[in-house]
């Protein structure tokens, strides 16, 4: 059974950095790619950056420069630093495969960003 934990998340000012992460269990995480994704208040969820096996790794436009993400295969964690936060950073973050498998979507974190 596959369990995503995410943590890390809060509340910041603008300009502000955190950074997230997520523990997984279940699979086999080192062949797996992974995805951090968010879902601001009254919208759809998407896709905030994505990290290959080798390490490869692809962001939204929206963060490209600001986040950056990683993982640690000793440790089955991925994680996402986020910095110059902004108020349209604000959603719960969560992370999953990439593709996402549905039933395996954690609670997610929740991330606020203040003027």
């Known amino acids: 059974q596959v369990q995503l934990v995410e943590s890390g998340g809060g509340l910041v000012h603008a300009g502000e950095s955190l950074r997230l992460s997520c523990a997984v269990s279940?699979?086999?995480?080192?062949?797996?790619?992974m995805g951090w994704y968010r879902q601001p208040p009254g919208r759809l969820r998407e896709v905030v950056a994505t990290?290959?096996?080798?390490?490869?790794?692809n962001y939204a436009d929206s963060v490209k420069g600001r986040f950056t993400v990683s993982r640690d295969d000793a440790k089955n964690t991925v994680s996402l630093q986020m910095d110059s936060l902004q108020p349209q950073d604000t959603a719960v973050y969560y992370c999953?495969?990439?593709?996402?498998?549905?039933?395996?979507w954690g609670q997610g974190t929740q991330v606020t960003v203040s003027s």
């Open positions: 999953n495969q990439n593709p996402p498998i549905a039933s395996s």
């Open positions: 279940g699979i086999t995480f080192r062949i797996r790619t």
């Open positions: 990290i290959t096996p080798s390490g490869a790794t």
